[in-house]
């Protein structure tokens, strides 16, 4: 299972570092995914990152948002910066390709 934290209330321009602890997956060879949804919107992704360390970042984040892990831990991190309003969304973690997924964590952005 994956789950997934560290959403909240931000102001625009701030910053958040969502999490996604992995359990019963053998998380240190998987490529990770964070992606988005918000309402009214499709999922979209927003960042992958590989067993090794390899980043991929969708257009509207890069520079702003930087994926990372820890396989010591198991976990998955999104660090979010300079937040705009259109960051909003539910974010969900996922083992790229699989049907592990977190349960999404909100994150909501005020002007």
């Known amino acids: 299972q994956l789950q997934a934290s560290g959403g909240g209330l931000v102001q625009a321009g701030g910053s958040l570092r969502l999490s996604c602890t992995a359990s019963k997956i053998i998380f240190s060879t998987k490529t990770m995914a964070w992606y988005r949804q918000a309402p009214g919107k499709q999922r979209e992704s927003v960042a992958t990152i590989t067993s090794t360390g390899t980043t991929n970042y969708a257009d509207s984040v890069k520079g702003r948002f930087t994926i990372s892990r820890d396989n010591a831990k198991n976990t998955g991190y999104l660090q979010i910066n300079s937040l705009k309003p259109e960051d909003a969304a539910v974010y969900y973690c996922?083992?790229?390709?699989?049907?592990?997924w977190g349960q999404g964590t909100l994150v909501t952005v005020s002007s």
């Open positions: 996922n083992i790229y390709g699989t049907r592990y």
